[in-house]
Nanobody, 113 residues
Framework: QVQFVESGGGLVEPGGSLRLSCAAS????????MGWYRQAPGKQRELVAQ??????HYAESVKGRFIISRDNDKNMVYLQMNSLKPEDTAVYYC????????WGQGTQVTVSS
């Protein structure tokens, strides 16, 4: 089963930016779609960004601020997060909507002044 390892989270002030990375344990080109999810305290995990081959989709709450990308040669998926808001605070995970795997540890993103 493919494994995903997330990194790049941290503490950032409102309006700041972060770039999250996700390393896949097998060849990414074999996975049709990849996504970034997040789970805030007391809330359900939600899909915020998805990339299907090269087509991207975003939740309304992050549209225009987040950008998902993938590098099949490096088996990596990225999430560029700009104009961060306190409500973006959550643990962020990557996984495949088309081929779900076990959840990794995630990476904590905290947006606070």
């Amino acid at each position: 089963q493919v494994q995903f390892v997330e990194s790049g989270g941290g503490l950032v002030e409102p309006g700041g930016s972060l770039r999250l990375s996700c390393a896949a344990s097998e060849r990414l080109f074999t996975i049709y779609s990849m996504g970034w999810y997040r789970q805030a305290p007391g809330k359900q995990r939600e899909l915020v960004a998805q990339i299907i081959t090269s087509t991207t989709h975003y939740a309304e709450s992050v549209k225009g601020r987040f950008i998902i990308s993938r590098d099949n040669d490096k088996n990596m998926v990225y999430l560029q997060m700009n104009s961060l808001k306190p409500e973006d605070t959550a643990v962020y995970y990557c996984n495949s909507p088309s081929r779900p795997s076990l959840w990794g540890q995630g990476t904590q993103v905290t947006v606070s002044s």
